[in-house]
């Protein structure tokens, strides 16, 4: 069955990059997603990759994607103490609709 | 305009009982989804609707759970006799639609604890 992967945590001083990676397993998987859960709240969409893409960048993030290796990652520039989250990366086949998550990395941004 | 919409926001039940959990979608979104996320199992798919489709249903757990989705709108996700080890947040999500990189957007979660 499908599977995605992440390390469990991540710690990065204020100022420095971070970068989280995930690997997947299902290779009809169309989308990709970032998603960011701050605590007590909902997840919040920070950007997706089409998997015809190997980048793509959003201001001070940057999502690169290895198809052939299955991996994704997440770089985040500049971290900031607001950046402090749990980051789950997520894949979406294109014929049905659920995501499969993984189980979450934890980012803690230190000063 | 409004977001995705979850109430209660915390639920604290005796196990046994039965609970309901309320969505309230974005206002045009055909798809809703809800998932589970609990200590130990991550993020965990249960159940999606999309427009006047049969729910696709390969996620519930059991079938303490179940789900329905009212004129296209609210939905409730019902689970009956709740375990100690129902205690999660149940998410919900919605979407324009199920295909394609639809954007799934999240409500803040219902906090159930069973005890």
């Known amino acids: 069955g499908e599977d995605v992967e992440q390390s469990l945590f991540l710690s990065v001083r204020e100022g420095d990059s971070s970068v989280i990676n995930c690997t997947y397993t299902?290779?009809?998987?169309?989308?990709l997603y970032w998603y960011k859960q701050e605590p007590g709240a909902g997840l919040q969409l920070l950007t997706y990759?089409?998997?015809?893409?190997d980048m793509k960048q959003d201001q001070r993030l940057t999502v690169l994607l290895n198809k052939k290796d299955k991996h994704l990652s997440l770089r985040i520039a500049d971290t900031q103490t607001g950046d402090s989250a749990i980051y789950f990366c997520?894949?979406?086949?294109?014929?049905?609709?659920?995501?499969?998550f993984g189980a979450g990395t934890q980012v803690v941004v230190t000063p | 305009g409004a977001g995705v919409s979850q109430s209660p926001s915390n639920k604290v039940t005796e196990k046994g009982k039965d609970v309901e959990l309320r969505c309230d979608p974005i206002?045009?979104?055909?798809?809703l989804y809800w998932y589970r996320q609990s200590l130990g199992q991550g993020l965990e798919f249960l159940i999606y609707?999309?427009?006047?489709?049969?729910?696709?249903k390969s996620g519930l757990p059991s079938d303490r759970f179940s789900a329905e989705r009212t004129g296209g709108s609210v939905s409730t996700l019902t689970i009956q006799r709740t375990q100690q080890e129902d205690s999660a947040v149940y998410l919900c999500?919605?979407?324009?639609?199920?295909?394609?990189?639809?954007?799934?957007?999240f409500g803040p979660g219902t906090r159930l604890l069973v005890l």
């Open positions: 999500a919605s979407s324009l639609e199920d295909r394609g990189q639809e954007t799934q957007y």
């Open positions: 299902d290779s009809s998987s169309t989308y």
């Open positions: 990759i089409f998997s015809n893409m």
């Open positions: 997520a894949e979406k086949a294109d014929s049905w609709g659920k995501l499969q």
């Open positions: 206002s045009g979104h055909t798809a």
């Open positions: 609707f999309q427009g006047n489709s049969a729910p696709d």
